[in-house]
């Protein structure tokens, strides 16, 4: 009988805000970036207010999304990117960058640092995330 290889496992912690919200602390081209963990968002994204802190390029391609508390906004592939979080390399994902304002705000009136971006269910998935809220960590497959 063949032995399933168990894929590496990353422990990622994580920290539970006052809004209920759960934040990670990734690396965004060799830089900090806090993140917030959205299971219901398709995609992962960063606040287009920060592409030239870290030094980020769009593709040509734009298009309009909904989510992340709108129903349409513009959204615009990041051409490349080096987003990892502890030691696990994200940068095959799709990173798009769209206006964060409203979701920096809210956090903001409830006194929650700002974020960087939001951690979409592509990567959860992909990635084969557990979150364990018990000890404030999430395990994502290398």
Known sequence: MASKQIPATAIIPFQRERTGHITVIARLSGKPIRFLVDTGAGGTCIHSELLQRY?????????????????????????????????????????????LSHVVAGLAKAKVE?????????????KH??????????????
């Open 55 to 99: 030094k980020l390029n769009l593709t040509s391609k734009t298009e309009k999304g909904g989510g992340v508390g709108t129903s349409s906004m513009k959204m615009t592939t990041v051409a490349s990117h080096g987003l990892s979080l502890q030691g696990v390399d994200l940068s095959a994902f799709k990173l798009i960058a769209m206006d």
């Open 114 to 126: 700002a974020i960087g971006g939001v951690l979409g269910a592509d990567v959860l998935h992909r």
């Open 129 to 142: 995330a557990v979150i364990d809220y018990a000890r404030s960590i999430i395990l994502l497959s290398h």
